[in-house]
């Protein structure tokens, strides 16, 4: 199994080599393209202007634009939490029997009786 496993991190790694190595040869493909050409020459009179001529390049070439990274995408949804605020009218009612007769003993109290 460890064989294995070494093996593919050896391919692995070999198959990002090449790519490399394609794209650098890519680029001299550019290099020889444009060494190849023509020069272009212009025959122009002195009081006629050329506006429309225009020499490019191929800038859009994707293989020369490419580029690994490590980018991965999050497909993971977002949770938003949102704060909800409820406002409570506050309810002030207290009422409170007096009694001057004393009904027994509270064993939970440490002092004598108090009457009120």
């Known amino acids: 199994m460890k064989k294995k496993i070494i093996v593919v991190n050896f391919l692995m790694s070999l ?7 394609f794209q650098t040869v890519h680029s001299y ?6 060494i190849s050409e023509k020069p272009c020459q212009h025959h122009t009179s002195e009081n006629q202007k050329e506006i429309t001529h225009h020499h490019s390049t191929d800038a859009q070439c994707d293989i020369c634009h490419f580029a690994f990274s490590a980018y991965i995408p999050s497909t993971f949804q977002t949770v938003v939490f949102q704060k909800i605020e ?4 506050p309810l002030y009612v207290f009422t409170q029997s007096v009694s001057t007769f004393f009904k027994g003993s509270l064993f939970a109290l440490r002092a004598p009786p108090a009457l009120l």
């Not at 198959?15 to 190595?21: D, E, K, N, R, Y």
């Not at 493909?29 to 444009?34: A, G, L, N, P």
């Not at 409820?86 to 009218?89: A, E, N, Q, R």
């Open 15 to 21: 198959i990002v080599l090449a790519s490399m190595l």
């Open 29 to 34: 493909e550019h290099i020889i393209k444009q």
């Open 86 to 89: 409820l406002t409570v009218k």
